[in-house]
């Protein structure tokens, strides 16, 4: 768990290996936006599924390049099924 994208950065770069990444976009020192680029710009992090829980519509959070984006508030059993499907189980 990381307060936020910054600090998310700092625990991947120690060497942790998520099999996922939840986030939101609106984050204190580094937005989820930038989060999402950062973490997609390095070959390493590339394949880390991202998945985006947000309170903002398609629109508004515009081009992410994540493996699934969900507003708030949402539908769990939705999300959990595509966290799992996405982390294989």
């Known amino acids: 768990m990381a307060e936020n994208g910054a600090a998310a950065i700092t625990v991947l770069e120690g060497g942790f290996d998520p099999d996922l990444i939840l986030t939101d976009l609106m984050m204190p020192v580094m937005s989820g936006w930038d989060f999402c680029k950062t973490l997609k710009g390095r070959a390493a992090w590339r394949s880390i599924p991202v998945v985006v829980l947000c309170g903002m519509t ?3 959070r515009g081009k992410l390049q994540v493996e699934g984006a969900f507003e708030k508030p ?9 966290i799992a499907e996405l982390c294989g189980v």
């Open 74 to 82: 949402t539908h769990l059993p939705t999300l959990f099924g595509r």
């Open 58 to 60: 398609p629109d508004q």
